[in-house]
């Protein structure tokens, strides 16, 4: 049973437009949840995360917000840029465990 | 950047061959992990590392072994490697502790025949 999932296996926009990346998690008892890019050939790169005590963070362009009682948590990049073309990943952890739970990742296309 | 080099980054093997990757960091730090990443399924934990010759196993140890006798290498052994084990694995390293991002290598996709 999937714990961390990404539904949305690919998202398209348009550049200089707002870029929504969801990530649905199960288990209550994950406590810190990150997003990573991945570009192809190349390893995964922390990107930005989000405490379970909080319900939104910002670093630049991107702010990730957590819905702690829909178990949600999303990704959002304004304004997005072709470079941003990746594959995102969702990643949560267990309290007290370092071991990352990843989601499924989703394709973002950004077009000029 | 990190400091984790992955050896190699590309390997074709054949069944039933042993085989050894390596994750190298020159950071020193404590925690160490291995992925494996295959299309539908993002990336999976094989084992990690806590500390030298601290080890335990992931969501998809079947099959691999690791081994650290020092703190910058963390080894994965395919003692006999069968094609569901063709896959891109991923080292990474936690640089401040287990609740902390983890930091990956650039991977080695390993094909067997």
């Known amino acids: 049973d999937q714990q961390v999932k990404q539904n949305s296996p690919s998202l398209s926009v348009q550049e200089g437009r707002i870029s929504i990346l969801n990530c649905d998690y199960t288990?209550?008892?994950?406590?810190?949840f990150l997003w990573y890019k991945k570009y192809p050939a190349e390893g995964p790169t922390f990107l930005i995360s989000?405490?379970?005590?909080?319900d939104k963070n910002e670093d630049g362009r991107f702010t990730v917000f957590l819905n702690k009682s829909a178990k949600h948590l999303s990704l959002h990049i304004v304004p997005s840029q072709p470079g941003d073309s990746a594959v995102y990943f969702c990643?949560?952890?267990?309290?007290?465990?370092?071991?990352?739970?990843f989601g499924k990742g989703t394709k973002l296309s950004v077009k000029p | 950047d990190a400091g984790i080099t992955q050896s190699p980054r590309h390997k074709v093997t054949e069944t039933g061959t042993p085989v050894t990757l390596r994750c190298h960091q020159t950071?020193?730090?404590?925690?160490m992990y291995w992925y494996r990443q295959d299309p539908g399924h993002g990336l999976r934990l094989i084992h990690y590392?806590?500390?030298?010759?601290?080890?335990d196993k992931g969501e998809v140890s079947d099959g691999y072994s690791v081994s650290r006798s020092k703190t910058e290498d963390f080894l994965l052994t395919l003692e006999s490697a069968t094609s569901s084990q063709t896959s891109v694995y991923f080292c990474?390293?936690?640089?401040?502790?287990?609740?902390?991002?983890?930091?990956f290598g650039d991977g080695t996709r390993l094909s067997i025949l």
């Open positions: 990474a390293i936690s640089l401040q502790g287990q609740n902390q991002p983890q930091h």
């Open positions: 989000i405490s379970s005590i909080k």
């Open positions: 288990n209550s008892m994950f406590d810190y």
């Open positions: 590392s806590y500390g030298v010759k601290d080890t």
């Open positions: 950071e020193n730090h404590r925690y």
């Open positions: 990643a949560a952890l267990f309290r007290g465990q370092g071991n990352l739970i």
